[in-house]
C-alpha cells in the first residue's frame, strides 16, 4: 500500500520525506487555507514546492466548477510539473473534465468521493485516483471503511485501473482498516503516519536492552 500525507505544510511533508517510506501528497483549499497561502501565484508556487520535496504524484485541485473551467484550470496546473495530479470534485462536470483530462494523458484524482456510484463513474471516466473521504463518512454514522472494501471489490470485479486513495484518514487505527480493507493508496496526516510506530513493548523492550548494556559497559 501506498502512502500519501494529506497536507500542504511544508514541514510536515519533509518530515515525512525524511522518513523514507512517502509516495505523494494530497492537499485540498482547505489544507491550502490552513497553512496560509493564498493568490493564485502563491498558490500554484506551493504546489512546485511539494513537488521539489517528494518524489511521488501531487494532488492540485481545481476551484471551478464548470467543464470548461475545471479543464482550463487542470490543464494549468499540469503543466506546473509532471508529478501533478489534477483533483476533480464527484460532480457530473467533473466527471465530463475527468474524461477530457485523461484523453488528453493528464492524471486526475477524483474528490469528495462518498458512494459506489460516485467511484464507478469516475473509473468509467478513467481517474487516475478516487478519494472516497472515510472520516466524513464515519461522522454521520456511516462506516468509511466498509465503502473502501466495496470499492475496492467493485474495481477488481471489473478490472478497473483506478487506485483507491483513501481519504480524510483521521487516526492510526483508520490506515490498518484500510489496509485489511485493499485500498491502494492511504493519505493521513503526519501524526497517523507515526502512530503505526506506537507500540509500549517496543519502548519497554528497548528500555531494557538499553540499560543491560549499560550494566556492563559504562
Ligand atoms: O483527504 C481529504 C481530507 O483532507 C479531508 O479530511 O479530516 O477534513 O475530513 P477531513
Known sequence: MKFFIDTANLEQIREAQDLGVLDGVTTNPSLMAKEGISGEENILNHYKKICEIVDGDVSAEVI??????MIKEGEHLASLHPQIVVKIPAIKEGIKAIKYLDSKGIKTNCTLVFSAGQALLAAKA??????????????ITTDGVELIAQIVEMYDYYEFDTQVLAASIRHTLHIIQCVEAGADVATCPLDAILGLLKHPLTDIGLEKFLADYRKLNS
Do not use: H, K
Open 64 to 69: 471551478a466548477t464548470d467543464f470548461e473551467g
Open 126 to 139: 478513467g481517474a487516475s485516483y478516487v478519494s472516497p473521504f472515510i472520516g466524513r463518512l464515519d461522522d
